[in-house]
């Protein structure tokens, strides 16, 4: 299975349910591609150094992930859309807002 990841910042309490997801993701050693400004922001947070797939753009992901899990809340669903577009990739939500 591969797998992006797009998201944006999110409250410190979340920390430790994205880990876990990530570390999930690994156990099933699914490959993991994510939202290049997204990594920048999960770095120092948390334990994802083996994790250098990234893209940026819709041409990026197009016929090269199968699904795309969306961290964040309404807004960031609403761009992850953008990013999919016409692709037919389908989009998991996973809230992180208010």
Same mark, same amino acid.
């Given at each position: %299975?591969?797998? *992006?990841?797009?998201?944006?910042? #999110?409250?410190?309490?979340?920390? &430790? =349910? ?6 999930? $993701? %690994?156990? #099933? *050693? ?6 290049? &400004? #997204?990594?920048?922001? !999960?770095?120092? @947070? $948390? /334990?994802?150094?083996?994790? +250098? =797939?990234? #893209?940026?753009? /819709?041409?990026?992901?197009? +016929?090269?992930? +199968? ?5 964040? *809340? +309404?807004?960031?669903? $609403?761009?992850?859309? =953008? ?6 990739? &389908?989009? !998991?939500?996973?809230?992180? *807002? @208010?």
């Amino acid at each position: %299975m591969r797998v *992006g990841i797009y998201g944006r910042s #999110f409250d410190d309490s979340f920390i &430790p =349910n994205i880990q876990e997801l990530f570390d999930t $993701l %690994m156990e #099933f *050693g699914w490959s993991v591609s994510i939202y290049q &400004p #997204f990594r920048s922001y !999960l770095s120092p @947070r $948390l /334990h994802i150094d083996e994790l +250098d =797939n990234v #893209f940026n753009k /819709h041409q990026d992901i197009k +016929d090269s992930i +199968d699904v795309l899990i969306c961290i964040g *809340g +309404d807004g960031t669903f $609403l761009e992850t859309i =953008n990013i999919v577009r016409n692709s037919g990739i &389908p989009i !998991l939500g996973v809230n992180t *807002g @208010r």
